[in-house]
């Protein structure tokens, strides 16, 4: 076993165990009929409410992968683009480590729809920094209006907690100003990259902050059924999560999410509303999104069979197809 490979469980492994400890601690003083009855206590409006909002989410998160595509100036098409973002990060969000563990799914699909390594390694980073102004955006909007919460989770001054919200603005900001500016182009060793054009980083940047705005969206529907949370607390909450989540590296945020948004907002996030996020968010899209890649997983296999099979050559020599999936 590779020493890369050895790190990798190793975080799992620790991810795991932390993600575990973090679901113990919040959830101990509770059984488990209490928390199947405070789920039920949900109302089915608040539920289909928050199962649209989390439909929006991954809708946003395609564009993501759009955005990505077209970077790289590629004309695949946009159910593809769906199809190959929808499975990669329905699965990656869930088993953690998201970039490594979505980033071999999409590669599996773009390389067989014919993209090279290169291309599909500037799609996936792409959507990383789309991932990192999304949060950005949203994390300085929070910041700037509802300082007070951030400053007493992070003890730290109203003052500064808003000057942390300016600064994550002001670096949106410098990025759209760099993609209408800059189009010298960055090497790293072989590999060159450039800037977007303004038009995909103002797509990034749109597409990134709808996409958090509406997990909060999903967040605050939930635990609304059993408190009065406003949409800015819930945000702020949901803000801080993914704060703790990229320190820890647990698995799909399982245990600090809830951990950190049970800190942030008490008593009104009900036990119920925390199992309900998770398992609307991270749950369903992950059961939908499992056995679709296995069907796909499958198509691929049947077109690959018959392509050797019309061309005569060993299954390891067939050329990838490049229509439908």
């Known amino acids: ?16 165990g932390l993600a575990g400890y973090l679901l113990y601690h ?45 970077y790289v100036k590629n004309d695949l098409p946009y159910p593809k683009i769906a199809l190959a973002s929808f499975v990669s990060l329905s699965i990656g969000q869930s088993v953690g480590l998201a970039g490594l563990s979505s980033g071999a799914l999409r590669y599996r699909y773009y390389a067989h729809w014919g993209m090279s390594t290169e291309d599909i390694a500037k799609i996936v980073l792409l959507s990383g920094v789309t991932v990192g102004i999304g949060m950005a955006v949203l994390s300085g909007i929070v910041l700037v209006l509802n300082p007070g919460d951030a400053a007493a989770v992070l003890h730290l001054r109203e003052g500064v907690i808003v000057g942390i919200g300016i600064a994550c603005l002001a670096a949106t900001a410098g990025y759209l100003a760099l993609a209408a500016f800059v189009r010298a182009p960055l090497k790293i060793r072989s590999w060159t990259f450039r800037m977007p054009v303004l038009k995909i980083a103002v797509a990034q940047v749109v597409i990134g902050t709808l996409n958090f705005a509406l997990v909060s969206a999903c967040l605050r529907e939930v635990m609304a059924a059993s408190a009065d949370v406003s949409y800015l607390k819930a945000a702020t909450a949901f803000v801080l999560a993914n704060l703790a989540i990229l320190i820890t590296h647990a698995p799909g945020g399982l245990g600090v999410l809830e951990a950190t948004v049970r800190h942030v907002m008490g008593d009104a996030a009900s036990i119920g509303s925390l199992v309900a996020f998770r398992v609307i968010y991270f749950f369903i899209p992950f059961f939908i999104g499992l056995p679709l890649s296995l069907i796909v997983e499958a198509v691929f296999r049947v077109r690959k069979a018959k392509r050797q099979s019309q ?15």
Not at 4 to 14: E, G, P
Not at 30 to 59: C, D, K, M, Q, W
Not at 318 to 324: E, G, S, T, V, Y
Request: include cysteine; charge should be neutral; glycine fraction near 8%.
């Open 1 to 16: 076993m590779t020493r890369k490979k050895i790190l990798t469980c190793l975080m799992l492994v620790v991810g795991f």
């Open 26 to 70: 919040t959830f101990r003083e509770h059984s488990v009929s209490e928390i199947v009855e405070s789920v039920r206590a949900i109302p089915t409006v608040n539920l289909l409410a928050a199962l649209g909002f989390a439909f929006g989410s991954y809708l946003c998160l395609t564009g993501f992968d759009w955005a990505g595509v077209r």
């Open 311 to 325: 061309d005569g050559l060993p299954l390891s020599e067939a050329a990838p197809a490049q229509n439908l999936v």
